[in-house]
């Protein structure tokens, strides 16, 4: 992979396909945003253009955390008598209460905005330190909200509390952008259950979930959503969308034939949205070193000035792997930069500075 000088291997590449840019997903598995931010610009310094916290603390399972901010509400009540603990969140599901009108209930805080003002504070400190280089954008990454909906609520009540947590969602995304400037701000929708929804796939042995739509037609009602997301984040922003096909167990929720609703997906919001986009990030399977995989990429419309991430970096098979999905993907796809499939937050303990050196070993600097 590394051409030889003597018994030392060099950096430089020879004769391959090499992407440009990295991006963190979003959960990276360290106790505390201030590693996630040290260690990241160390590795990864001149790949990154953003820097998430790492989603540590209750966010480290990405939305599981909100069961028990929503349990908190009045009219809402958890399903089942036991806890169903994923360390120490309850990840139970939850209910309206009989009688309530979903319109009157009042939900809590949900964390982001408090997680994203905590850890922007730290941010400007390290970046006026050197820690983190001039010019980088703090990242903060937002489930949607058919994701919470469709995990944690079953039947009637997805349509009846959809809007109640849309506008509480909504509500945090405009403390984030009151509180941090938005030349250092980029927002990253994570779209995942959508993907279930498409696929007709199923979460029933984690989460006892079926994703199935509460809407008419499941593309134009998945789509009409992203749009309203995307709109909500002003120009002056940069917004990006995480495509994820789910990670739990490090499993997802079913396997993609190739790109094709990706791209379908994707196309759909280069078309219809009301602002530009800054990336596009979309899922690689380990296993898929195939041209097959990447063929529809062919007709991705992507923006001047949209970047493409390929979520082609595993820990299973480090920089090797990575470079044989890289040059399946170049034989399609000429510009793209790199990343893990999902968030690392739930990655095994110890192997997080090997997955970031591994997107720094495979992609050049901006």
Not at 9 to 28: H, N
Not at 226 to 253: I, M, R, S, W
């Amino acid at each position: 992979m590394w051409e030889v000088d003597g018994f030392l291997p060099t950096r430089k590449r020879i004769d391959m396909a090499q992407p440009q840019g990295a991006l963190l997903v979003g959960s990276v598995n360290y106790n505390d945003a201030e590693t996630t931010f040290r260690t990241a610009a160390e590795i990864l310094g001149g790949q990154l253009k953003r820097l998430p916290d790492g989603e540590v603390g209750d966010r480290y399972h990405w939305i599981i955390f909100q069961a028990d901010v929503l349990g908190q509400a009045a009219g809402l009540e958890r399903v089942g008598d036991e806890p169903v603990m994923v360390r120490h969140l309850d990840a139970r599901g939850l209910r309206i209460a009989d009688g309530v009108d979903a319109a009157s209930i009042v939900l809590p805080s949900l964390g982001y905005a408090a997680a994203a003002k905590e850890s922007y504070a730290l941010f400007t400190k390290l970046r006026a330190e050197g820690v983190i280089a001039a010019g980088t954008r703090f990242q903060v990454s937002l489930p949607t909200p058919v994701a919470v909906v469709s995990v944690f609520f079953q039947g009637e009540d997805r349509a009846a509390i959809e809007p109640v947590y849309r506008d509480a969602l909504y509500a945090e995304l405009a403390e984030i952008l009151e509180a941090i400037p938005h030349e250092d701000l980029a927002i990253q929708w994570d779209v995942a259950v959508e993907f279930g929804i498409i696929e007709a796939a199923t979460y029933e042995s984690e989460f006892g979930s079926q994703f199935s739509a509460w809407w008419g037609d499941a593309w134009t009602g998945i789509i009409e959503r992203a749009l309203e997301q995307a709109a909500q984040v002003p120009a002056d922003v940069e917004l990006g969308f995480h495509f994820c096909y789910g990670d739990a167990n490090e499993e997802h929720f079913i396997e993609p034939t190739d790109t094709t609703n990706l791209v379908k997906f994707g196309n759909a919001l280069f078309a219809g949205t009301p602002r530009p986009l800054s990336w596009l990030h979309l899922p690689v399977p380990i296993e898929r070193d195939d041209e097959a995989y990447y063929a529809p990429l062919a007709s991705l419309e992507l923006p001047e000035g949209t970047e493409l991430y390929l979520g082609l970096v595993h820990r299973e098979d480090g920089a090797e792997g990575a470079q044989r999905r890289i040059d399946a993907a170049s034989k399609v796809v000429a510009n793209f930069g790199v990343g893990t499939e999902c968030g690392i937050g739930r990655a095994p303990e110890g192997t997080t500075e090997g997955i970031l050196r591994t997107h720094a070993d495979v992609a050049r600097a901006w």
